[in-house]
């Protein structure tokens, strides 16, 4: 389980979790799912265009994903994020679809770019790998403050000088570059579990924002570690762990918001009609 | 201009000062259509005038203006005399709607944070100076208490306090308010209104607030500047808010009854009586569409129980 291939999975896995984890927190703040969604998607046709006239599969995921990513920002400027988003996405997989479609090994190439691989990690991309996961850390950080005004109010942001729209744009490329380096071993479909799963647990469970990413960060490591050693023992596929696990996560968090705002309801409800007993709206937080 | 405006009874020097803010003549046309027309009006240092006009009238579009979201299709925008820069730090915005979700890992003090340098790259380093300043901010806004919780899980007027923090704790010189009230029990918008008059006067900050309703900011305006059919009137509340002026202003005749300290305003009971199919017209464009929607605003607030 720790030897030969099986090591780079482990690292390429690792690194996979924390990049997702911390991009996945902005992803859920900003209510970007479905865009999370598109741009593997892209990703995925690029790796098949990439696989067909023998490029790096690395790079080709790379160019469509960040194309996807204009392409949702361009057409989202002009109208509904929601119609941009799937407009960008079914392009995106319809070209994937006809690149497949002149490769010869097409189930299996299919199947593994949708939902990852285990042993699909080779040397040769640990280094891509590496750098990408570093850009996208560095990129989160450098827009830290910008990303959280933005997905309070974009007017408030607007209203400073911030100019939104690029502010989105710069994330959705950040979101490309984790993609990319994400698909060959979780998949393209998976990577969007792992982005949206731990993050939206994690932010039930903490209210600084800070924490709440280490948290993401955290589950995500969990998430993706017991996939890979479960789905090596059992030989069953590695996505269904990492979306059963993420799903999980997210019902955990749910339970757990449930029960605290049950129970600050009972205190705050009580406290607020000792303070003011003519308030009549005094309870319903 | 500068003396017609002036307030001779808040014995503040409003006469000798250059305004801080100023809209000298502003036009704006928006999809084809004409929702200001020749606007002017200033705010001097340390005032607090109210913006009162009905659903539609124009009030967050003056309130764009003056950010810079927007540009006019003419007249200019001076702040302390100058064109309006880009980017201004000189004034401070809470938004009329800001919908956040209740479970966003967002808390009050961290909303305050990004008041001080959201608009920065980077992670902003905990140091000691920060936290102060911000739980000062807070204390200021009688937020402590809830400092800790998550913004999206307030109240309607805990996050008003909160959002005034936020955009207070870059110190600007003027603060726009777009309706703090709406939404608001009367206990809360007492509260806002208080905290309203108090920050204005311990900062010197001028404040510009809207409204669709004059009486809850009564006790805290030192002009009002009403808006309706794309125009605005100015001055002190007595100067403004008379029979004659809102007559000229909405285009139609309209009573003014000062009732207990109170002002209700009424348009004559002909209007009055089709006012209930006008404001549900969705164009809205007719002068007398604005019109009757404007004293409505004013007139269904009849029935509240406060004195002010
Ligand atoms: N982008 C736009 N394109 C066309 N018309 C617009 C645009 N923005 C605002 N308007 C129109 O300008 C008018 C003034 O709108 P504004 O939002 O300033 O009103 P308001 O006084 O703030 O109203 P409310 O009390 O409902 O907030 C409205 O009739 C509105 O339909
Ligand atoms: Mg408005």
């Known amino acids: 389980m720790f030897t030969g291939f099986m090591v780079n999975t482990w690292i390429v896995a690792t690194v996979v979790a924390i990049v997702a984890g911390v991009v996945g927190f902005f992803v859920v703040l900003r209510g970007s799912s479905f865009a999370a969604h598109a741009v593997p998607n892209a990703a995925f046709a690029g790796a098949a265009g990439a696989n067909l006239i023998g490029a790096s599969s690395v790079g080709g995921l790379l160019v469509f994903a960040i194309a996807g990513a204009l392409g949702i920002s361009f057409l989202s400027r002009r109208g509904s994020r929601d119609v941009a988003t799937a407009l960008a996405m079914v392009v995106m997989l319809a070209l994937g679809a006809l690149f497949l479609s002149f490769s010869n090994e097409y189930a299996s190439e299919t199947y593994s770019l949708l939902f990852g691989e285990v042993l699909g990690v080779s040397s040769s991309e640990l280094l891509p790998t590496a750098v990408l996961a570093v850009v996208a850390v560095v990129a989160v950080v450098l827009f830290w403050r910008l990303l959280l005004l933005t997905s309070i109010d974009p007017e408030l942001a607007d209203a400073r000088g911030v100019r939104t729209s690029r502010v989105e744009l710069a994330f959705l490329v950040i979101m490309a570059v984790i993609t990319s380096m994400s698909v060959p071993v979780v998949g393209a479909l998976l990577i969007f579990s792992l982005m949206i799963g731990p993050p939206a647990a994690a932010r039930s469970f903490a209210a600084d924002p800070f924490v709440a990413v280490l948290l993401a960060v955290c589950l995500s490591l969990v998430t993706v570690w017991t996939a890979i050693a479960v789905s090596y023992l059992t030989t069953l596929p590695i996505g269904f762990f990492v979306g059963a696990l993420g799903a999980a996560f997210y019902l955990a968090g749910r339970a757990h918001a449930g029960w605290s705002r049950k129970r600050v309801g009972a205190s705050g409800a009580g406290a607020s009609r000792v303070v003011a007993p003519l308030d009549d709206q005094g309870a319903v937080r | ?308």
Do not use: C
């Not at chain 2, 209104?193 to 009486?215: F, P, T, Y």
């Open chain 2, 1 to 308: 201009m500068r003396e017609d405006v002036a307030d001779p009874t808040s014995g503040r020097a409003v006469e000798s000062s250059p305004f801080l803010l100023e809209l000298d003549g502003i036009g704006v046309w928006l999809s084809g259509r004409e929702i200001l027309r020749d606007v002017r009006f200033g705010i001097g240092p340390g005032e607090v005038v109210g913006l009162i006009g009905a659903n539609g009238a124009g009030k967050t579009t003056i309130f764009r203006l003056v950010l810079g979201l927007l540009s006019p299709t003419s007249g200019r925008v001076l702040i302390e005399g100058q064109p309006r820069p880009r980017r201004n730090r000189s004034v401070g915005y809470v938004p009329q709607k800001i919908s956040l979700d209740p479970e966003m890992p967002l808390r009050s003090r961290d909303l305050v944070a990004l008041g001080l340098d959201g608009h920065r790259l980077g992670v902003p380093l905990p140091s000691r100076h920060r936290r102060e300043l911000v739980d000062e901010m807070l204390q200021a806004v009688g937020a402590t208490h809830f400092a800790d919780a998550r913004v999206g899980s307030l109240s309607g007027g805990e996050q008003q306090r909160v959002m005034i923090a936020h955009a207070l704790i870059s110190r600007p010189k003027l603060l726009l308010l777009d309706e703090p009230l709406a939404n608001l029990d009367l206990r809360s918008e007492q509260e806002v209104v208080e905290l309203v008059a108090r920050v204005a006067k311990d900062q010197g900050l001028a404040v510009l607030i809207s409204a669709h309703d004059l009486n809850p900011l009564l006790p805290v305006v030192d002009r009002v500047v009403y808006v309706a059919n794309g125009h605005v009137a100015s001055g002190t509340t007595g100067e403004v808010v008379t029979s004659e002026v809102l007559t000229k202003l909405y285009g139609h005749h309209v009573d003014v009854i000062r009732l207990h300290g109170r002002i209700l305003v009424a348009a004559s009971p002909g209007l009055s009586a089709e006012r209930g199919e006008l404001e549900d017209s969705i164009d809205g464009t007719t002068a007398d569409g604005t019109t009757a929607d404007g004293t409505t605003a004013d007139g269904t607030t009849a029935d509240r129980t406060t004195a002010v």
